[in-house]
């Protein structure tokens, strides 16, 4: 009997101790410095190269952050989709808490919250000073403010570039020698729908199996920011690229909501600060990017190049009328026009 009572008396103590065990693993969270202060590690992918602007910026947030906050965050990059293959994964990533921070093409973004579809009409900024100030102002402010319900918090806009359309066929000078051509887009419903009214044939493929697509002829083109062509090497896989400037490429830095809110208020300053000047070192380095990349294609050959006329632009914003009536009656009321008042 007294060894029975023993035995009991064993169990209890050792389910205790393995209660008290499970207790302690569940709220481990984040990790405490030698003061007694919470530290935190935030995982930030992207799908784009090492050598590209996107991760250069990344970089230098990750480097201002982790200096002003004084060690208590930590920023992992894991680029060239290392992590996700494409901006509509991360995106669903950063919702469910699987990484904290990203950068991702706005295009994708229309999937998740409609609004974001302005950035991405054709034409709708007639130059990227138009677009900077729009996003700085209260267009930014009000696509931040709509992402708020989908566990998003904006800490930066950016900008690859205007897409161009690049192919193996031949150069396109009008909205007539897009058809037929097999062209990938991105996972944008409104990005094919701007090809299919120019007369292409175009499908969504995620940007990690692009250039092996290419090379396999898959498609025959695609279209793209000149930073972009030029970090991904895309043009070793095609031939002509035809300065169409049909979109605004819009990229915008993101932090889960929740994980924002967990942090202490002077590490939200730090990480809010880090993402405004990453904002305005991306600018700077896109700008002196494209002109560099530009310069090389032409120097060493790399793809021929052929500008769009003025008249011919105006035949392709004819050519995508649709989309405008379609996308627009998807906007909040009077979106559409204050994007369009910045070009004034």
Not at 57 to 82: M, Q
Not at 185 to 213: K, N, R
Not at 324 to 330: G, L, N, S
């Amino acid at each position: 009997m007294k060894l029975r009572l023993f035995l009991f008396a064993m169990l209890f103590v050792l389910a205790g101790v393995l209660v008290a065990c499970s207790d302690g693993e569940k709220s481990a969270g984040n990790k405490s410095d030698g003061d007694g202060k919470e530290e935190f590690v935030l995982r930030f992918a992207h799908i784009v190269e090492e050598d590209n602007p996107a991760h250069e910026a990344a970089v230098a947030f990750k480097e201002e952050i982790e200096k002003e906050s004084d060690g208590r965050i930590t920023v992992n990059l894991f680029p060239n989709a290392s992590l996700y293959g494409s901006d509509r994964e991360i995106i669903e990533a950063l919702q469910l808490g699987n990484i904290e921070v990203s950068i991702v093409g706005t295009p994708s973004l229309g999937n998740f919250n409609e609004n974001f579809y302005v950035l991405d009409l054709p034409y709708i900024f007639d130059d990227k000073e138009a677009a900077r100030t729009a996003l700085s102002g209260e267009l930014g402010d009000k696509l931040a403010e709509s992402l708020e319900s989908s566990n998003l918090k904006t800490l930066a806009y950016g900008y690859d570039g205007f897409r161009h359309v690049l192919n193996n066929k031949k150069a396109i000078e009008e909205p007539a020698d897009m058809k037929g051509l097999k062209i990938r887009v991105q996972e944008s419903e409104l990005q094919q729908d701007i090809f299919t009214d120019m007369g292409s044939s175009p499908s969504p493929l995620a940007f990690g199996e692009l250039y092996t697509s290419l090379q396999q002829n898959t498609f025959d083109g695609m279209d793209s920011t000149i930073s972009l062509i030029h970090s991904g090497k895309f043009y070793e896989v095609q031939k002509h690229l035809s300065l169409t400037s049909h979109s605004y490429s819009a990229t915008i830095a993101l932090i889960g909501s929740k994980v924002f809110d967990s942090l202490p208020e002077d590490l939200q300053e730090v990480v809010m600060t880090a993402g405004e000047n990453m904002e305005q070192e991306y600018y700077k380095l896109v700008d002196d990017y494209e002109a560099a990349s530009l310069a090389e294609f032409e120097e060493d050959a790399l793809i021929e190049i052929n500008e769009i006329s003025p008249e011919d632009r105006e035949k392709f914003i004819d050519a995508i009328q649709p989309v405008y009536d379609k996308y627009t009656k998807k906007l909040d009321d009077g979106l559409f026009d204050l994007a369009k008042s910045f070009n004034e």
